[in-house]
């Protein structure tokens, strides 16, 4: 119950009155699922929202003015430079210096009318993957004097929603709006295969088991595992509403999901239980695991970011933005948070221990 006291902001105006409430009557926005389908209040622990790595909250460092809504945020493992996708380019920021910021590098791809939808770092922080409303993939040089496109993949699908990087940077992921995953050998710049089974698009993407499986959700309101070793699909989920965001738990076996309804769900990829989280007021545009798997957060078309406790989802913090929150990312050694808004521009969170 303290964890609901320490929390007065939280609204429940998005949860229906036919949700139990706790103790004291303040409205549960956390609730257990178990095999049978019960559905239960989740009694938060004690360290919920103490525990050893758990944020207290995220105060705002930079406002980044990109100028177009800014679908796509990345921040580089040293965390010096932050990337925005908006309309037909990705800007590069450097956010190491204090003061106000302008962009230190601009990336056009894509036309100039067209969303950049996902831009994903290589882990040497050397190369940038660019994807969005067309159906060629970019891939940028950022060690050249100049940022240059060095290759680019082209698919048969005529928008890209989301991408992946493997772990070791030899494979690439393109989530397509025809429903297909495509993996490219980046090495060649081929495609070596094809995930064929979302009936609609495919949204959004996570790789787990140290980059054995892939996690993908889709408009068609499924949520699909796949190994990568065999080439197959391994499990499916379906849902009551279109899945518009996932991300798996780094060292756990929970897999997050953002819907079109509003909820968060947090499967456990073994066994048949969930959480479902209500503190969206609308769709979930984005998610994001913290690296050491503690913590996660969520955004929305309700302007809001969420951090939530893994895996039962007791409220870290919250933060309002002036709009909609559209991207998300969490840097490598979990101190900042980016994101991407419909106001035309990014904001980069400290996370406070």
Request: proline share 5%.
């Amino acid at each position: 119950q303290m964890a609901f006291e320490s929390h007065p902001h939280l609204r429940g105006s998005s949860i229906s009155s036919s949700l139990p409430s706790i103790p004291g009557g303040k409205p549960a926005y956390s609730f257990h699922v178990s095999a049978d389908g019960q559905m239960q209040p989740v009694p938060f622990p004690s360290d919920a929202l103490v525990g050893t790595g758990i944020p207290r909250h995220a105060r705002q460092l930079h406002t980044l003015a990109h100028g177009e809504v800014v679908c796509a945020v990345t921040i580089s493992g040293s965390t010096q430079h932050v990337y925005t996708g908006g309309k037909g380019c990705v800007k590069v920021w450097d956010v190491g210096q204090p003061g106000a910021k302008t962009p230190v590098a601009q990336l056009d791809c894509l036309n100039r009318d067209n969303y950049i939808r996902s831009c994903k770092l290589l882990p040497d922080g050397r190369s940038l993957i660019v994807g969005g409303e067309a159906s060629t993939l970019s891939i940028w040089d950022l060690a050249a004097p100049t940022p240059r496109i060095k290759a680019e993949l082209t698919s048969s699908a005529p928008a890209c929603y989301a991408l992946a990087v493997s772990p070791d940077a030899k494979v690439c992921f393109s989530c397509c709006s025809d429903g297909n995953i495509v993996v490219w050998d980046l090495q060649n710049q081929t495609m070596v295969r094809q995930f064929q089974g979302h009936t609609d698009g495919a949204s959004c993407i996570d790789i787990s088991d140290y980059g054995t499986r892939l996690w993908t959700g889709g408009l068609d309101n499924t949520v699909r595992c796949w190994d990568l070793r065999e080439g197959r699909q391994l499990q499916q989920h379906d849902f009551s509403s279109q899945i518009f965001s996932l991300g798996h738990c780094p060292n756990q076996d929970w897999l997050a999901v953002g819907m079109e309804s509003s909820g968060v769900e947090v499967l456990h990829v073994r066994k048949p239980e969930k959480y479902q989280l209500h503190l969206h007021e609308s769709c979930v545009l984005s998610l994001k695991f913290a690296s050491c798997g503690r913590w996660f957060v969520s955004t929305g078309k309700d302007n809001l970011l969420n951090a939530w406790r893994t895996p039962y989802g007791a409220s870290i913090f919250q933060s309002k933005e002036s709009s909609s929150v559209l991207s998300c990312d969490i840097s490598r050694n979990n101190k900042y948070i980016v994101t991407g808004s419909g106001d035309k521009k990014a904001t980069v969170y400290e996370v406070v221990y």
